[in-house]
């Protein structure tokens, strides 16, 4: 199916109340960056996005990213319409993606067939996602620094939007890519993929986001199926002396010495930087840690053979695919967000015409400097900073004791 037929065929089928605050770990009154574990080669291959930026967008051509914005847009829209329908029947369309040789699975495929042809410009293997830094570099030479934005960065978001979507929608948690999936989203990649840091919505600027809250949730979510894999692969190597207590700390806690903090995000507004997370935020992680914990066994009998944590409840508390309900409504939410923005700018049409003008320009040495006019008006965020090697979540460690409570460390 070519491209024309798919686009054809897509033409015609177009506060929870606040829990008391409890007394947190010494030390736990604020929240930090989340690490990434122990460096380049437990990420799988992968690393901080900063740290790539400029060997990135070496490989990078600044005229075919110019050719191929406004097509990545496009194939974006038209991929996002399949995977997150304004309708919300997210129910319908995994059981659809889920069915071999389904129309919507034929659908799904020519998509992404599309997506991937403009992505490769943008990305360099084994990528999966677009680097904003690595893009800024290539478009903008040394000024091309993480704390400036372009509204044309509206596109990336969307893109990468795209990507986690349709690698998450037919996944699942048994599946062994997964655990090194949901790590690399929690330690590196979300949310600073999708959006630069968050205001309100009268003050948004055009590479902020509004959904401070719901991108926490999120967040939140994916940190506590992290927590899950981690327990499950723990008990799966048969290592009878484990603590599970200790692996729950390892995900939510920053262990690397020290009074223990919650994590944050590594986004402005969720604990960038080392700053606070707001107290409400610390509350549900808190509340959150202690419903895992709900399932940790107690029975002498099966903490002698090694069983300390009821899997089947607790993976039915935390049900995958209600989780990947989730992601589909934050990945719809924000992909509204980005149309609006994109429709405030002019269109699409206006803004990826205003961005040609100003890289291309004559009077403008390609890849040296850019006129000021191309840099976003709004509010300037800082990049994120490095990351710091944290302790990996595979590590072994003596079981210290089967009451260990991290709310009493």
Do not use: C
């Amino acid at each position: 199916m070519d491209t024309q037929d798919v686009d054809d065929e897509e033409e015609e089928e177009e506060e929870e109340e606040e829990d008391r605050p409890q007394t947190p770990p010494p030390g736990a009154q604020g929240s930090i960056p989340h690490r990434s574990p122990g460096g380049v080669s437990e990420m799988s291959g992968t690393t901080a996005i900063s740290s790539l930026s400029q060997l990135d967008a070496e490989d990078l051509d600044p005229e075919e990213i110019l050719e191929h914005i406004d097509e990545l847009y496009s194939a974006s829209k038209k991929f996002l319409g399949i995977l997150v329908p304004d309708n919300g029947k997210d129910a319908d369309t995994v059981k659809g993606l889920r069915m071999p040789g389904s129309r919507l699975s034929e659908r799904f495929r020519a998509r992404e067939e599309v997506l991937n042809m403009h992505l490769e410009v943008f990305r360099k293997s084994p990528q999966q996602y677009i680097r904003r830094p690595s893009i800024l570099r290539a478009l903008l030479g040394e000024q091309g620094q993480p704390s400036v934005h372009i509204p044309a960065e509206l596109i990336i978001y969307k893109a990468n939007l795209v990507v986690f979507a349709k690698q998450m929608i037919t996944s699942q948690r048994e599946h062994k890519p997964m655990w090194d999936t949901l790590r690399q989203l929690d330690m590196s990649l979300f949310p600073i993929l999708f959006l630069s840091g968050f205001e309100d919505k009268q003050s948004a600027s055009s590479h902020s986001s509004a959904l401070l809250s719901e991108t926490f949730a999120l967040g939140l979510d994916i940190r506590t199926q992290l927590a899950i894999t981690v327990l499950q692969n723990k008990h799966a190597s048969n290592d009878g002396d484990w603590d599970p207590d200790e692996m729950l700390n390892e995900v939510f806690y920053n262990t690397q010495g020290g009074p223990q903090m919650y994590r944050g995000w590594e986004v402005n507004g969720l604990g960038a930087d080392g700053t606070d997370l707001p107290r409400q935020f610390q509350n549900k992680i808190r509340q959150r840690i202690e419903e895992i914990r709900n399932h940790f066994t107690e029975e002498t009998q099966q903490l002698e053979e090694g069983d300390f944590v009821d899997f089947e409840s607790l993976t039915a508390d935390f049900d995958w695919d209600k989780f990947i309900h989730q992601v589909l409504n934050w990945a719809r939410l924000r992909n509204r967000e980005i149309e609006t923005k994109i429709k405030e700018k002019g269109g699409i049409d206006d803004l990826v015409e205003t961005l040609k003008d100003k890289i291309m320009s004559p009077t403008q040495p390609q890849r040296q400097s850019v006129d000021s006019g191309a840099v976003d008006s709004g509010a300037v965020e800082p990049g994120p900073s490095p990351k710091k090697p944290r302790t990996s979540f595979g590590a072994e460690r003596r079981r210290s004791r089967r009451s260990y409570d991290p709310e009493k460390a």
